[in-house]
């Protein structure tokens, strides 16, 4: 009798139940706005002892206010609004190197960014390019739009102004022997580069591919100008006034693949595109050498290239303990100029005019391929091995310039060889890593007419712990060719370690040797060469790098952090170079914190003037705001 009321009662609260969750509301939509921020700005002093053209060429850095960093995240909450999330960045505002951007975004709608980059060079230092000035700025947009589930459509477009002023150098009068070349020739440039993109991206279980195209359209102008007195007789002005025009231009495509499923492990890549050049050339130039002259000169050229690229890696797992690993790579380029060219010389004192004119076809045919085969086992819960063979080849075929020269014209470089490597890892905190490989090709290089041969082993040991690490490496690649007479080997040893005592102190420390002996036997200096001289050039030297750095949060409102880097060159050229940086700050209240950074550069090139000693100080001053959830009903 007594489970009836029991019963009663159990079936009472939970109808009571159900009817309190048919009669409550759900909570008012979210409303208003969210934002958060953080930025640095300050004001930086300057004081450079010694070489102001080389610290602009290492630095370029200036005086006055700077907005080191800025972020903005905003998030919106109405009903229905056009976007959701806003996202700001900015760095370096006002310097050298400043970057920007922007994003708008609908979930589930879209994404759109805006990307904004500027970068400023000089060259300042003593030699033959003694002036540079050259500045980039590079605007892009994107946009994101999901089709679906696992389908996106992407699209993009992108414009790159380089504007700058060069001292180059030229030849003079091509009529006297020896030819004599002309220093710091005036040379403006200016090139517009637009691109745009269109794409999809697909994502499905194992496999997502994407398949995309684009359009290039390029524009460039460049001058050379000078005015001096006639080598051959200084009463006569020797001059020369060149404008070149020119444009590339066409479509382009690129697709890509990666399936992953069960062993089996396949990414494919392809790119492929077509290009028209077209260069109009023009000029003038005045000069005496059995007697006074002017020239004019007169050229077009149009052309089209193709370049097809394909490659991929395969990993299949034959044994749980055995993968089989390769590589392949293809590249296929060709291209064609037709050359139209007049130049015009009148001698207006004998008088006569001559008049040359060409009209040439250049073709470049390049064909690249190379694989590579590597099995890795697992011989030992610790030790992993592996060893493989790897083969390339390469074709290639230049115009010939000039007939009856020693030019390279065709060849053909063919190369094959092992590769291997180990991991051994005895303990969580030891491991042990090596790598060898006797084949491999740098890219295209015209002075190869037989086989070069190219040779890299390395080996790192390394102890993990939980407040440290310490780590040995060394590394050996050799590069050579007997008959184009070239080599290059660089040997680098390395130590490094880290040690974190605390959640409040870091400590890290480091130290590279770099051997390196480069010689390539070459006749080309500047365009032509005035002493076609077979010369030997390249480096041969040490450079030893020391660095070390501390991260200290001395208490909960004041951290210091700062690096050391001591580098020395000793061989064709010494140079020794000592950098010291200091960031201090001192947190004045939630959201604010005050600091200085102070950094002093001394470079000292042996037997050179461009020496200096230079510090910078920036006083900053950074804040984190965040509003929370305001505005809400």
Known sequence: MKSVPRTALTLGLIASAVAAQQTTQPPPPQRGFDWRANYTFGYRFLDVDGSKNRFDTDYNLHEGFRLSELRFDGTIHTDNPVLDRISIEGHD????????????????LYEARFDYQR???????????????????ITGYGLEIPLGDDVELTAGFSRADRTGYWLVNRIGNRNLTPLVRVP??????????????????????????????????????????????????????????????????????????????????????????????????????TGFDTAQFNSTLQSFSEGAARTYLVDGTIDYELQPTLTLHSDLRYL???????????????????????????????RTTSR???????????????????????????????????????????????????????????????????????????????HDIVDHHTRLVSVKLRHQQDHGYAELAAEHRRSQNPIADSRTANTTWSASAGYNPSEKL?????????????????????????????????????????????????????????????????????????????????????????????????????????DYDAWIFFVYFSAELNAGQFNRR
């Open 184 to 285: 710091g020739v005036d040379s403006p440039r200016h090139v517009r580069e637009d691109e745009a993109q269109l794409g999809l991206r697909f994502h499905h279980g194992s496999t997502s591919w994407s398949v995309g195209g684009d359009y290039l359209n390029q524009r460039e102008n460049a001058r050379w100008s000078y005015s001096r007195a006639a080598t051959a007789n200084p009463a006569f002005t020797e001059s020369e006034d060149t404008v070149s025009d020119s444009t590339l231009e066409g479509p382009g495509g690129n697709i890509s693949i990666r399936h992953t499923a069960g062993p089996l492990d396949i990414s494919l890549r392809g790119r492929g595109f077509e290009r028209q050049r077209r260069i109009v050339g023009r000029g003038s130039g």
């Open 93 to 108: 505002v006002a310097d050298p190197y400043e970057r920007a951007r922007a994003t708008f975004a609908k979930d589930g």
């Open 506 to 610: 870091s400590l890290t420390g480091s130290y590279a040797l770099a051997q390196i002996d480069s010689r390539t036997r070459t006749t080309f200096y500047f365009d032509p060469t005035p002493t076609p001289v077979s010369t030997l050039v390249g480096f041969h030297g040490d450079t030893h790098n020391w660095f070390g750095s501390v991260d200290w949060q001395i208490t909960e409102r004041l951290k210091c952090s700062a690096q050391g880097t001591y580098t020395t060159v000793s061989g064709d050229f010494e140079v020794d170079m000592l950098r010291v940086a200091v960031d201090a700050s001192l947190q004045l209240n939630r959201a604010g914190r005050i600091g200085l950074r102070v950094e002093q550069v001394d470079y000292d090139e042996h037997r050179n003037p461009d």
């Open 368 to 446: 690249r391929r190379e694989a590579s085969l590597e099995l890795e086992w697992q011989a030992h819960p610790a030790l992993w091995v592996s060893g493989g063979w790897g083969w390339s080849q390469e074709k290639l075929r230049v115009p010939d310039l000039e007939s009856g020269d020693s030019d390279f014209l065709r060849g053909t470089i063919v190369e094959e060889g092992w590769l291997g490597g180990f991991l051994w890892k005895p303990t969580a905190a030891w491991s042990l890593r090596g790598r060898y490989r006797e084949f491999g090709q740098g890219g295209v290089q015209l």
């Open 119 to 137: 970068t400023r060079n000089k060259y300042r230092a003593s030699g033959d390019f003694n002036r540079v000035d050259r500045k980039e700025w």
């Open 332 to 362: 296929d380029h060709t291209e064609h100029l037709v050359i139209d060219q007049t130049d015009t010389t009148v001698y207006p004192t004998v008088p006569t005019t001559a008049t040359v004119y060409t009209l040439r076809t250049q």
